[in-house]
């Protein structure tokens, strides 16, 4: 069975590249009816957080990337790691070094003056050394010294890599505590990891990590490195190209699907198709489709993604991210339309939820004040036409959109004006604001009793700004 796993160090926000290398894992195990691992990788305990622990858990809840196991925390593993590196000093695949901190200074200096790559000498590769608690040592992998690593990489094709060109790394500190690479290996294995997909920035660690998967007699699994995303600079995407951490663009009102479909076709393609909904992502998803060259981070195209989802998704859906962000602005949208309602009038202009949201406002709260630019809209000549209206509708017992539109038409008729002339006046007088769905929907939503005491008030401020 296919097995993907998804392995971030919680040391930071989680970011655009990492969540997309953890949806291509998600999709090729879900593609080929596989698992999915979630595993935290927090050895480096100076850098590592609970809160960026929380964050990771958080962003692929909220995307619906669900795990088949874990999240499995390193930290939690010592004794696996432990226990794998004497295997592995036992089968002759790893030893004991007590290279002393200046030996290794002078050595690397001596090195760097001959002109020569830092390595370490193998010193005491050959020696067999026993443990000796009174004395701090490492524990080192006994890396061939010959011949390549080669790999069929499913993003990049064939990948060789000289074995001298490699150390022999340290496996186990001094501290007792493992390092990176090998707990990486010791956990893919453990785990059986079948398919690794990862950032292209770990591609050096590849040979490294294969040797010591021989080391344990098995075959590594197979790698896919995906290319890393570009800025429009073509530096590498960080904050100052505007992405933000994922829980980021929830927060400004981004909807999964728009973030999900906007991340499978930066760096993956089918065909030139750009809207891809969940089940057809994982479809179609294959690594092999995967771009090799590094993608260009667009901020534009993510927002006209997030249009369209605001714009196709069921309402009901749309109404359950929204109700969040209407909680932070602090909008009391139980006394007015309900949410799915809300949505289904708003959708046609936000670009946003938290811009439906923040223009959403006065359906469900009393405005203090007409918008600066909308008072014009209120003149004394508008009056009649306001106080005429206003009675057709007190008299409207059934309050639908057919209903409303009918009676706004009606009003421009009996007074020979176009329709805009009635409906603009009367929108600042509802909504304070000089832009809201059609008339006709606003007020209906609004209700008779909001609607009517708003008109109300507007023929006051006409009066009392006229006199
Ligand atoms: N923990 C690594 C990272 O966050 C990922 C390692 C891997 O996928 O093998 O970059």
Redesign the pocket.
């Known amino acids: 069975m296919i097995r993907t796993?998804f392995?971030?160090?919680p040391t930071g926000n989680l970011h655009l590249g990492?969540i997309r290398?953890a949806l291509y894992s998600w999709l090729y195990a879900r593609n080929r009816g596989g698992e999915f691992i979630l595993r935290i990788?927090d050895t480096d305990q100076e850098r590592s957080t609970q809160e960026a622990t929380q964050l990771i858990i958080d962003s692929m809840k909220w995307l619906g990337l669900d795990c088949d196991a874990g999240p499995f925390y390193q930290t939690k593993r010592l004794e696996s790691y432990r226990k794998a590196a004497e295997q592995l000093i036992t089968e002759g695949s790893a030893y004991r070094c007590y290279c002393s901190k200046e030996r290794l200074t002078e050595l690397r200096e001596k090195q760097l003056a001959n002109k020569e790559k830092p390595k370490y000498d193998g010193h005491c590769r050959d020696k067999n050394l026993l443990a000796d608690k009174n004395q701090p040592f490492v524990i080192r992998f006994k890396n061939n010294q010959e011949g390549t690593v080669d790999f069929e990489d499913q993003v990049m094709g064939p990948l060789s890599f000289q074995n001298n060109e490699l150390d022999d790394l340290i496996i186990v500190r001094t501290d007792g505590f493992p390092t990176y690479n090998f707990c990486?290996v010791v956990d893919d294995l453990d785990m059986k990891i079948t398919h690794?997909i990862?950032?292209a920035?770990?591609i050096n660690?590849t040979p490294r990590q294969i040797n010591i998967f021989r080391a344990f007699k098995t075959e590594p699994p197979i790698y896919s490195h995906v290319p890393l995303i570009l800025g429009n600079d073509g530096k590498l995407l960080s904050k100052r190209h505007g992405a933000a951490s994922v829980l980021q663009y929830k927060e400004e009102g981004f909807l999964p699907e728009a973030l999900l479909n906007y991340l499978i076709r930066l760096g993956w393609s089918h065909k030139d198709q750009e809207i891809f909904s969940r089940d057809e992502m994982i479809k179609l998803f294959d690594v092999k489709d995967i771009n090799k060259a590094a993608a260009a981070f667009d901020p534009e195209k993510l927002r006209w993604l997030n249009r369209h989802y605001i714009k196709t998704l069921d309402p009901k859906i749309v109404a359950t991210y929204l109700e969040p962000l209407m909680q932070k602005l602090q909008i009391n949208y139980q006394d007015g339309p309900s949410l799915e309602e809300l949505v289904v009038a708003l959708r046609e202009r936000a670009e946003t939820l938290v811009e439906m949201a923040t223009k959403s406002r006065y359906f469900y709260e009393e405005f203090e004040q007409y918008q600066e630019e909308a008072k014009q809209h209120l003149k004394p000549e508008i009056a009649p036409i306001t106080q005429a209206l206003k009675q057709k509708l007190e008299n409207l017992s059934d309050w639908t959109d057919e209903n409303l539109h009918q009676t706004i038409e009606d009003i421009a008729k009996q007074f020979d004006i176009k329709l805009g002339k009635v409906a603009q006046p009367i929108r600042v007088a509802v909504t304070g604001t000089t832009v809201s769905p059609p008339l006709n929907v606003t007020l209906r939503l609004l209700g008779k009793q909001r609607a009517l005491k708003r008109i109300d008030a507007a023929l006051g401020y006409i009066k009392q700004s006229s006199s």
């Open positions: 796993r392995a971030p160090s990492s290398t990788e990486v690794v990862r950032g920035d770990h660690n």
